[in-house]
């Protein structure tokens, strides 16, 4: 099989751009945003956020906690050696497509018995994760397993993946504006050890 040409490279990149930005948009005018404005006064409120989620998911919420930290919220990634024990007065941020990844239930089922809060981002609100939060914030994007292209012509769960990271981040604007604290203000919290 030979090399495709790199113009035809650069038109299928084009396309497939478009292809992601296209299904982001679609999918932004499904999400129940009653729901996602709920995560504001949880985040406002809570002592400390922990977040939580596996794979690219666990990315998307990593780069989450580094934007709330930048507001200056006490904020841990679960997993991480440093992490504290959560509590009461504390909010767990948990992203799951399917809601059963055993280790993201698990950090809730023990985030409910410390007392803590948990916010789920998912593709569904019948799971175990679900069931146990106390908000579920629905991406009606397609799950890791769903093959059929009928939510998603990307692969496996990359939509919500996407999404995930897109909805933090207009969650992070928007707790920005309500902060009012000046972008130079911020970036004197942002990392420099790298």
């Keep these: 099989m030979s090399e495709p040409q790199a113009e035809q490279l650069s038109q299928d990149l084009k396309q497939n751009l478009k292809l992601l930005i296209t299904e982001n948009q679609q999918l932004a005018e499904r999400i129940d945003w009653t729901a996602a404005a709920a995560l504001v006064p949880l985040i406002r409120q809570a002592e400390r956020v922990f977040v939580v989620g596996a794979g690219r998911t666990g990315l998307a919420l990593q780069a989450a906690a580094m934007r ?3 507001l ?49 981002i998912s593709t569904t609100a019948e799971s175990p ?44 604007q928007t707790l920005w504006t309500l902060d009012g604290t000046p972008a130079p203000e911020l970036w004197k919290r942002h990392a420099n050890l790298e």
């Design 129 to 172: 994760l679900a069931t146990l939060a106390d908000l579920v914030v629905l991406v009606p994007a397609a799950q890791k397993q769903d093959h059929g292209g009928s939510l998603s012509q990307q692969y496996a769960g990359s939509l919500f993946e996407q999404a995930v990271l897109l909805l933090t981040d207009a969650l992070f």
């Design 68 to 70: 709330l930290m930048h």
């Design 72 to 120: 200056g919220l006490r904020v841990f990634v679960v997993g991480e050696t440093t992490t504290p024990a959560i509590g009461a007065g504390d909010l767990l941020l948990a992203g799951s497509g399917s809601g059963t990844t055993s280790t993201i239930v698990k950090a809730a089922e023990k985030a409910v018995a410390a007392g803590a809060r948990v916010a789920a």
